[in-house]
């Protein structure tokens, strides 16, 4: 089974840009979909981003919309998340994962069978 490997978070002040990656330990079957999703400390973890691994269909959450971007390399196994004019509320883990599902489906968690191991994202005020 395909591995996920996330990173690229960190420390960043408010308005600023992060750029996370998701690196699949192998080729990722053309069928599935590529999500991020973040968690807050005490908060269930909600959907962000989308993109289907095929055509690149992509499907964002209304709070992310216009300020994140994602994206994928089919040739290097390797999805992105593009966060720029970050707010502290943006503030918590990010996490790639892997759905045979298709859109609007993957907007829950649950429908996901792949995950990353997550990566911090801290927006400090």
């Known amino acids: 089974q395909v591995q996920l490997v996330d990173s690229g978070g960190g420390l960043v002040q408010a308005g600023g840009s992060l750029r996370l990656s998701c690196a699949a330990s192998g080729p990722i079957p053309s069928w599935y979909t590529m999500g991020w999703f973040r968690q807050a400390p005490g908060k269930e973890r909600e959907f962000v981003a989308a993109?289907?691994?095929?055509?690149?269909?992509?499907d964002y959450a209304d709070f992310v919309r216009g300020r994140f971007t994602i994206s994928k390399d089919n040739a290097v196994n390797t999805g992105y998340l593009q966060m720029n004019t970050l707010k502290p509320e943006d503030t918590a883990a990010y996490y790639c994962?892997?759905?045979?599902?298709?859109?609007?489906?993957?907007?829950?968690?649950?429908?996901?069978?792949?995950w990353g191991q997550g990566t911090q994202v801290t927006v400090s005020s």
């Open positions: 993109i289907t691994w095929s055509a690149g269909n992509i």
């Open positions: 994962a892997l759905s045979p599902r298709y859109l609007p489906q993957v907007q829950r968690s649950g429908e996901y069978d792949v």
